[in-house]
């Protein structure tokens, strides 16, 4: 398993990002539900700044990290994985809260027209940077998609579990950060904090897309249940700094 420790050593850009969610960080704010408090889950749902240029800024930001790669590879990843869960979670995604779904939306621009669940996946993880192709992704089945984050050896499959169980396991063998799950028939990002899942996703359940409690959130219910790393995933995140192809797997 690779850890990430969302506290591990300082970089200048991540203490900045931290610094500008801190002034717009507000409690309570209810996505979904009234319980989700901002300051406990040390995260922002409030859009700030302008989408445009906070796609340009992280792709700038690439240069901090490449440079950082060849005096210290491990400070590096550690640093960008940091930002991966910063950057993702308090800047790109507040944009997408309360885009609405649809089964064929596929949207590239938040709050305008529909998205869904696996374009929302696919596009936000485009905009944070990540070389791969949207449509191609968001096509593919949940298990084929998480593929293309992280080896298929290194996946975790949980089949006809209930939740209490799942919980347990994926607190044993996964850390806090961001990761991608595929259902039944729909996907979507898990983040773990503190032992408790939360399901971020565009919902068919509420035709919008929202941040909740994975145990109450009836989107969440499936048979089967495959996750992939992303923000603890350090070969991933090489393939973030380096600009590396994430193609659809051919076997």
Known sequence: MCACNINAEKSPILEQSKKEITEVLETPIDILEPSLDSLKLKLNFIPKGNYTSIK??????????KSLYETNPEKAIDSASQYLY?????????????????????????????IACGYFVSTTLKHFGFNLNRYKMAQQAGLIEARMLQSNSQLKIFRNVTFEDLKTKVN???????YFVGLDNHVGYVIGKDEVLYFLHSSYCDDKVVFELAETSP?????IYVFAEISTNKKLIKSWIFDERLSVPSN
Not at 56 to 65: A, G, Q
Not at 88 to 110: A, E, Q
Not at 172 to 178: A, E, F, L, R
């Open 219 to 223: 989107c969440f219910s499936s048979n």
């Open 56 to 65: 340009s800024k992280i792709e700038n930001d690439k240069s901090y990290f």
């Open 86 to 114: 910063s950057k993702l979670l308090n800047d790109i995604v507040p944009h997408w809260y309360g885009t609405g779904w649809d089964f064929n939306g596929h949207t590239n621009i938040p709050n305008q027209g529909e």
């Open 172 to 178: 044993s063998v996964y850390d806090d950060g961001i």
